[in-house]
Nanobody
Framework: QVNLVESGGRVVQAGDSLTLTCDAN????????IGWFRQAPGKDREFVAA??????VYEDSVKGRFTISRDNAKNTVYLQMNSLKPEDTGVYYC?????????????????WGQGTQVTVSS
């Protein structure tokens, strides 16, 4: 079992960059596929990006702007976000799946953090 804690969310201006961090406690992230989802007010949770041992996937609207990476030695996953837009606003959740697969279906992920708020002002 793994406990996920997100950090790094804050209010930024459109065009700014921001890095979110997901720290894991209780188990090593090396065994998991890790993803990020986000939820804007009044909208469903939306897949953002995910990383496994050997590959990454991104939602189309963030391709070329966001980068997901992992540091297994630190038990941490990062989401580097560049050229932020107001539509990137939302609560960002770190998620983990102990199975060797990767994808954008939220039901795939067994573990969820509490989320960190990102607000992009125009």
């Amino acid at each position: 079992q793994v406990n996920l804690v997100e950090s790094g969310g804050r209010v930024v201006q459109a065009g700014d960059s921001l890095t979110l961090t997901c720290d894991a406690n209780g188990d090593t992230l090396r065994r998991y596929s890790i993803g990020w989802f986000r939820q804007a007010p009044g909208k469903d949770r939306e897949f953002v990006a995910a990383i496994s041992w050997i590959t990454t996937v991104y939602e189309d609207s963030v391709k070329g702007r966001f980068t997901i990476s992992r540091d297994n030695a630190k038990n941490t996953v990062y989401l580097q976000m560049n050229s932020l837009k107001p539509e990137d606003t939302g609560v960002y959740y770190c998620v983990a799946d102990p199975r060797p697969r990767i994808g954008g279906n939220p039901s795939q992920y067994d573990y969820w953090g509490q989320g960190t708020q990102v607000t992009v002002s125009s």
